[in-house]
């Protein structure tokens, strides 16, 4: 059974740096690739950055470029957010997908809270 599993979320405040990470697990196959979504309160679901299992990532919006920085575990199919100089605009609950054989698999998501 596929699982997609976030952590690593939280409180910070403005300008400090937070990594989440996303767990995959239950599945064999190589060919995959997971991808960080995030969503604030009474707005859409925002793509913020993919990695395939080769490690190609795809570009950042320019929300977060230059701030966040996507990466995977050499192995396992582990992937992490890294998410430097947070704001305010921020905060949202960050998502996990999974892409596999054409089949999304979504995460509960981590709450990332950036607030003083």
């Known amino acids: 059974q596929v699982q997609v599993v976030e952590s690593g979320g939280g409180l910070v405040q403005p300008g400090e740096s937070l990594r989440i990470t996303c767990a995959a697990t239950?599945?064999?196959?190589?060919?995959?690739?997971m991808s960080w979504y995030r969503q604030a309160p009474g707005k859409e679901r925002e793509l913020v950055a993919a990695i395939t299992s080769t490690g190609i990532t795809t570009s950042y919006p320019d929300s977060v470029k230059g701030r966040f920085n996507i990466s995977r575990h050499r192995i396992k199919s582990t992937i992490y957010l890294q998410m430097n100089d947070l704001k305010p605009e921020d905060t949202a609950v960050y998502l996990c997908?999974?892409?596999?054989?054409?089949?999304?698999?979504w995460g509960q998501g981590t709450q990332v809270t950036v607030s003083s």
């Open positions: 997908k999974l892409r596999l054989l054409s089949t999304d698999f």
């Open positions: 239950g599945f064999t196959h190589a060919n995959y690739a």
